[in-house]
DNA sequence: AATTGTTTGTACCGATTGGTTTAGTATAAG
DNA sequence: CTTATACTAAACCAATCGGTACAAACAATT
């Protein structure tokens, strides 16, 4: 019978991932996912099908493990203002340590919203769901134990602090400063104050 | 002796801006931008040079009559916490009034911020200026006046106000509806409240 | 009518696009 | 050894990319 698969097709799509989020879809070339990958062509489009379906693939890996994992990270905690105030130090903190200035790939996926299939619209409409259900789960939280006041609005305070979250790491691409950024940090803390 | 211009060179340049603006620069071909125009090939390199000088005089086109023009008409009001108003009632509007869901042509720049050249950059560089600017003045001026809080940070809140605008037009374009947009500028109008 | 320079349409350039196919090779199980 | 499978390398496809070249049509001045 045949033999098992050679190269590890987990470790294959993370770097394909990884060239999506650097150079978004359309200027990311099947050369570029070829040399990034390392794989052969055929292979390539064996394994994963076409550019479209490997981006989809990327797209969900990182859904699940950046996004995903950072929220359950953050939601574990005790403190609401406190997962909070973490969810902006680490946006900051990995937008700075983003010398290649990618940014973050769902957030740079929101932008080519018109450009992509239903699947994709799909993937970016829960992600962005789930990081403001995020933000009002902690609000609402900090609000049933008094640590927040009751005054706010937990659904439009949620919207807005994603809207500063994607601001702060498109704007971080390059346009802004480390100190601006902090500076909107401060102030997406500042919200639940 | 020879004959003037038979086209409006401003008015092909206004169509271009047109193209560039609904698809992007590396999306929108030279293809699109002779359709969009209407004016032929050749005529179009002979009148503004390459892709790339084209992309940078729609821009500019874009920066000073719409960026720069509204900006100088909101500054021009008295009232300087009722121009912050304006500024996000109008950002709603024209979104919503957007139903190609091209966004802001300048916004949708920054994004491309890595990928074009220095003066590309510095035409982002000086708009991004231009609207913290105006939200910053526009600070001090209530400040000033009595009319705004004092111990509020012109600074960092202009440039949380940016930040605002910037994710309003982007997350405009498809991601989030009407209602949540009008619900994030709500909140950006009470941060000087 | 001759001249001058702009327009247009079209053909063309080399390079690259996403994607397919083919030939040959390596590795397993029977 | 045969057979079935998955790999690699490369050729190959039609289409498109940005950009150039050129001849013909055109309009205004002399």
New interface residues.
């Given amino acids: 019978m045949p033999w098992e698969k050679s190269f590890d097709v987990d470790v294959a799509l993370e770097k394909a991932m990884q060239v999506f989020w650097s150079k978004g879809f359309?200027?990311a070339s099947m050369a570029n996912l070829i040399e990034g990958t390392g794989i052969n062509r055929g292979s390539l489009y064996n394994a994963f099908g076409g550019k479209q379906a490997l981006f989809v693939k990327a797209l969900l890996k990182y859904d699940r493990e950046n996004r995903a994992a950072t929220l359950a990270g953050l939601e574990a905690l005790d403190e609401p203002s406190q997962a909070i105030g973490n969810f902006f130090d680490n946006i900051v903190a990995s937008t700075i340590a983003d010398t290649e200035?990618k940014g973050c790939f769902l957030f740079?996926t929101?932008?080519e919203?018109?450009?992509h299939n239903a699947e994709v619209?799909g993937i970016?409409?829960n992600g962005?769901r789930e990081i403001e259900g995020f933000f009002r789960r902690s609000i609402e939280v900090g609000q049933a134990r008094g640590d927040i006041r009751q005054d706010i609005?937990p659904?439009?305070?949620a919207?807005?602090m994603?809207?500063?979250a994607?601001?702060?790491r498109?704007?971080g691409?390059?346009?802004?400063t480390r100190a601006?950024l902090e500076?909107?940090a401060?102030?997406?803390k500042q919200?639940i104050q």
């Fill in positions: 359309d200027s200035r740079n929101v932008l919203y018109g450009s619209n970016i409409d962005l609005n659904e439009s305070k919207k807005t994603l809207a500063l994607l601001s702060i498109v704007l691409r390059g346009a802004y601006a500076a909107i401060t102030e997406a919200l």
